[in-house]
């Protein structure tokens, strides 16, 4: 009985796994696909398409299905049609909340995330409500193991603003427009980055320090990220780590 019991377990385990792996595989592909309709099909030349690529290679998504994703993109197979839309919201205790999506109903979306914001404590605003707490940068991530004035003397030329340690590994910020040349310099001295694109960060930050006020707005955040046509959910709460920690937990 005890090793049917650990069979069922490890199939529930993997079945949870192979969801979340699929519902990663939507947003890859979707991306892959605006990317090379905006900017066309060649990696080497379509900064966007490149970041989509290397993010769905790092998922283990096979090259058939990115290929295909890609072509769909430039029209060379059909496919649904998908559309970049940000929308606006709060969370619980004030935290603002900026999810950026593709699309193919955006009148859809919109009452699926607002369903998600009002279920979760928070609310769906009006756009501009919260995007003026939020500036668009360039983050390029290096492994932690790496020196951080080796990194700060290659980036700097390039035109990066920052080096941060975020624990894990470095964060290099740097305008938008800045971001192809900060990483090329990261590459031309001999460091790999683990990630290189452009985010929103905030200007601001609301501190939720109160771990049941913590849970209610990193469930709404989950929730929401969840959702098939969710590309990225950006939010400017200020939690220590501690309570990430044990939520995460």
């Given at each position: 009985?005890?090793?049917?019991?650990?069979?069922?377990?490890?199939?529930?385990?993997?079945?949870?796994?192979?969801?979340?792996?699929?519902?990663?595989?939507?947003?890859?592909?979707?991306?892959?696909?605006?990317?090379?309709?905006?900017?066309?099909?060649?990696?080497?030349?379509?900064?966007?398409?490149?970041?989509a690529f290397e993010r769905a290679r790092?998922?283990?998504?096979?090259?058939?299905?990115?290929?295909?994703?890609?072509?769909?993109?430039?029209?060379?197979?059909?496919?649904?049609?998908?559309?970049?839309?940000?929308?606006?919201?709060?969370?619980?205790?004030?935290?603002?909340?900026?999810?950026?999506?593709?699309?193919?109903?955006?009148?859809?979306?919109?009452?699926?995330?607002?369903?998600?914001?009002?279920?979760?404590?928070?609310?769906?605003?009006?756009?501009?409500?919260?995007?003026?707490?939020?500036?668009?940068?360039?983050?390029?991530?290096?492994?932690?193991?790496?020196?951080?004035?080796?990194?700060?003397?290659?980036?700097?030329?390039?035109?990066?603003?920052?080096?941060?340690?975020?624990?894990?590994?470095?964060?290099?910020?740097?305008?938008?427009?800045?971001?192809?040349?900060?990483?090329?310099?990261?590459?031309?001295?001999?460091?790999?980055?683990?990630?290189?694109?452009?985010?929103?960060?905030?200007?601001?930050?609301?501190?939720?320090?109160?771990?049941?006020?913590?849970?209610?707005?990193?469930?709404?955040?989950?929730?929401?990220?969840?959702?098939?046509?969710?590309?990225?959910?950006?939010?400017?709460?200020?939690?220590?780590?501690?309570?990430?920690?044990?939520?995460?937990?």
């Amino acid at each position: 009985m005890s090793g049917h019991s650990k069979w069922a377990t490890t199939k529930y385990r993997k079945g949870a796994q192979d969801a979340a792996r699929s519902k990663r595989f939507v947003k890859h592909i979707r991306s892959l696909e605006v990317a090379a309709r905006e900017g066309g099909g060649d990696v080497a030349t379509n900064a966007a398409l490149r970041t989509a690529f290397e993010r769905a290679r790092a998922d283990s998504m096979p090259m058939d299905t990115i290929e295909r994703a890609i072509k769909r993109g430039t029209g060379d197979l059909e496919g649904v049609r998908y559309e970049s839309v940000a929308y606006e919201g709060y969370a619980p205790c004030g935290v603002a909340v900026i999810v950026e999506t593709l699309t193919d109903n955006r009148n859809r979306t919109a009452a699926e995330l607002r369903n998600l914001f009002t279920r979760n404590g928070g609310s769906l605003a009006e756009p501009g409500a919260v995007s003026w707490q939020f500036d668009r940068k360039g983050v390029v991530e290096l492994d932690r193991s790496l020196d951080e004035d080796a990194i700060t003397e290659a980036a700097a030329d390039a035109g990066a603003e920052d080096v941060i340690d975020v624990g894990a590994r470095w964060q290099v910020v740097s305008a938008a427009t800045d971001l192809a040349a900060v990483r090329a310099a990261l590459e031309s001295a001999g460091m790999t980055p683990l990630s290189a694109e452009l985010t929103l960060v905030p200007t601001t930050t609301v501190s939720v320090a109160e771990p049941q006020e913590a849970q209610r707005v990193l469930r709404l955040l989950e929730s929401i990220d969840d959702h098939d046509d969710v590309q990225a959910v950006h939010a400017n709460y200020d939690i220590p780590e501690t309570v990430l920690a044990s939520y995460a937990g």
